[in-house]
C-alpha cells in the first residue's frame, strides 16, 4: 500500500515508478516524452477555481442538498469534436438537469463525460478480425478504431490531438453557456419540444418548460437584474484519468494556493480495472485537488475500498470523493448495503453515485452489446432505496448518454427492441442512451429521488 509513501515524495510523475495497468504499448519512448514535453508546455484547459468550486457542490450534493448528473459518450471521439455533437451533449444533459431541478427542487451539479473523454480501459491488448490479430482499440487519445494494423499501433501524437480537440470543445461549451447563449432560460424555444411531442412525457415536459419561464420572469420582475443569474449556466468536465501522460503533464500548481491541480479537467475520475493501490494511478490521484470520482463495482473489497478512499482522501474533506457504484441491477442489493456500512463505519466522508450503466451491459443474439432500459432504472430505484434503509442519501447519477437519436439500449418509452438496435448504433464502445432516453430517465430519477431522499 503506498499509504506510507508521504505527500512530499509525490509529485504529477511519481506514478511512473509504479506498476501500470492499461498502459498501451508505445512503439518509441522517445515520440513518447516528447508529446509529454510538449504538452506541458500549453496553458491548462480549466482552473483551479473551478475545479474548488465544484468540489463545493459536490460537498453539498453530498449533504443531499444538491445533485449530481454526470453523464455523457462512453468513448469520446475525435470526430465527436464538431458542433452538432457537442450543441446536443449539452441540451440534453441542460434539459435533463432542468427537469430534475424542477421536479426535486434543488440544484443540479452537471458534470460532462467530455473534453477528455478519449482514453478506454480495455480487458484484451488484442483482438482478432477475420483472420488477423489487431491491438485493440484503446481510446482515439491512443489509437484509431479503424480496423488498420498501421492506424492501430498507439501513436503518443494522439495524447497532443487529444488536448487540441479538448481545447475546442471546452471553449464551445464555455461560449454556448454564455449570457444569451442557447441555455439561455428565457429561451425555451431553443430546448426543442418537437421530438418529444409523440412521447408520453410530453405535457408534463411543456408545463415545466412553462412554469421554468414563468418563475425567471418573476424573479426578473423584483430583483435586480445584476442579482439574478438565470441568464448563465455552469457545466463541468470530467473524463477517466486513464492515460497518466495525458493528466500528469497538464497536472500544474496554481498561484497563491497550495497543492496540484489536474487542470485538464475539473474531475478526473478512477476506473474500476486501474484502482489498485499498490499501482500507478492511485498513486497520481493522491497527490492531485481535484475532486475525484472512483468506480466501485465487482470485483472488490469493501475493505481495500475503504482504505483507498482514506489514500485518496487522508484529510476527509467534503465533496473530494464521490464513490460511483456499478453493481448491475441483479448484484447491487448483494453489494452496496456492505460497502455503505464499510465506509460509513469507518467515519469516510464521500458523495455516493450510482452508475447504472457498466454493470447492465449484455449481448444480444446477434452480439450487439446493449443495455436495457428498465435495468437501468431497477439499478436506480434499487440504490436509492438501499441508501435510504442505511440512513445514506444517493445524490448523484452517473450516465452514458448522447443528445443524438442513436439506437444502442433497448427499451424506453418508444420501445425499442432489440431487433432496432442496428439502424443508428454508432458507439465505439458502450451502448449510451438516447436523446428520450434521457429525458425519460430524468423525469423516473427524480421521480424517486422525491420518494426516497427527501428528509
Ligand atoms: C466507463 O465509465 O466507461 C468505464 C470503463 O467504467 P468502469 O471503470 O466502471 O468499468
Ligand atoms: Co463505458
Known amino acids: ?31 513518447l516524452e516528447k508529446a509529454y514535453r510538449e504538452l506541458r508546455k500549453y496553458p491548462p484547459l480549466v482552473t483551479s477555481w473551478e475545479i474548488d468550486s465544484l468540489k463545493k457542490k459536490l460537498a453539498s450534493a453530498s449533504r443531499g442538498e444538491m445533485f449530481l ?36 427542487n434543488i440544484g443540479v451539479v452537471r458534470v460532462g463525460r467530455i473534453a477528455g473523454q478519449y482514453a478506454k480501459p480495455r480487458s484484451n491488448s488484442h483482438e482478432r478480425i477475420g483472420d488477423l490479430e489487431y491491438p485493440i482499440y484503446r481510446g482515439d487519445i491512443v489509437n484509431a478504431f479503424d480496423v488498420d494494423a498501421k492506424l492501430r499501433v498507439p501513436s503518443p501524437q494522439r495524447l497532443v490531438e487529444a488536448y487540441h480537440k479538448s481545447g475546442l470543445t471546452l471553449n464551445f461549451i464555455r461560449a454556448l453557456t454564455e449570457n444569451g447563449g442557447f441555455a439561455d432560460l428565457h429561451h ?5 419540444l418537437d421530438f418529444m411531442r409523440k412521447n408520453k412525457y410530453y405535457e408534463e415536459y411543456a408545463n415545466l418548460v412553462n412554469s421554468i419561464t414563468n418563475a425567471v420572469r418573476f424573479m426578473e420582475g ?39 491541480y ?27 485537488n481535484n475532486p475525484i470520482g472512483v468506480k466501485v463495482g465487482p470485483p472488490y473489497d469493501v ?51 450510482a452508475d447504472p450503466m457498466h454493470g447492465n451491459t449484455f449481448a444480444t443474439d446477434e452480439g450487439i452489446k ?19 434503509d442505511a440512513g445514506t442519501i444517493l445524490g448523484g447519477v452517473h450516465l452514458e448518454m448522447t443528445g443524438e437519436d442513436v439506437t444502442e439500449c433497448v427499451g ?39 420518494q426516497h431522499a427527501r428528509k
Open 303 to 353: 475493505d481495500e475500498i475503504a482504505d483507498l478512499v482514506k489514500v485518496l482522501n487522508p484529510s476527509n474533506e467534503e465533496g473530494k470523493i464521490t464513490l460511483i457504484t456499478r453493481f448491475g441491477s441483479s448484484k447491487v442489493e448483494e453489494g452496496l448495503p456492505a460497502l455503505i456500512d464499510k465506509i460509513e463505519g469507518r467515519g469516510l466522508k464521500v458523495l455516493w453515485s
Open 1 to 31: 500500500m503506498n499509504n506510507d509513501i508521504k505527500k512530499a515524495d509525490w509529485s504529477p510523475e511519481s506514478w511512473r515508478k509504479l506498476p501500470i495497468s492499461q498502459l498501451p504499448d508505445y512503439p518509441d519512448n522517445d515520440d
Open 262 to 288: 489536474n487542470m485538464s479537467t475539473h474531475m478526473p475520475w478512477i476506473g474500476n480495472r486501474t484502482r489498485d493501490p499498490k499501482e500507478a494511478h492511485v498513486e497520481y490521484f493522491r497527490g492531485i
Open 69 to 104: 448528473l454526470q453523464g455523457g459518450d462512453c468513448a469520446e471521439t475525435f470526430e465527436h469534436c464538431n458542433d452538432g455533437h457537442i450543441v446536443k451533449l449539452l441540451k440534453v444533459l441542460l434539459q435533463m438537469s432542468f427537469i430534475m431541478i424542477h421536479e426535486m
Open 370 to 388: 446493449t443495455r436495457a432500459f428498465d435495468d437501468i432504472l431497477s439499478e436506480i430505484k434499487k440504490s436509492f432505496a438501499i441508501h435510504k
Open 412 to 450: 424506453g418509452a418508444n420501445g425499442l427492441k432489440a431487433n432496432g438496435l442496428s439502424s443508428n448504433y454508432q458507439s465505439y464502445c458502450d451502448p449510451r442512451l438516447n436523446y428520450e432516453q434521457s429525458l425519460e430517465l430524468a423525469f423516473l430519477i427524480s421521480r424517486e429521488w422525491k
Open 188 to 192: 425555451p424555444e431553443y430546448w426543442e
Open 222 to 260: 423584483i430583483l435586480p437584474t445584476e442579482l439574478v443569474s438565470v441568464r448563465q449556466v455552469e457545466m463541468f468536465t470530467s473524463h477517466e484519468a486513464l492515460n497518466l501522460y495525458y493528466d500528469s503533464a497538464q497536472t500544474r500548481q496554481s498561484p497563491h494556493k497550495t497543492g496540484w
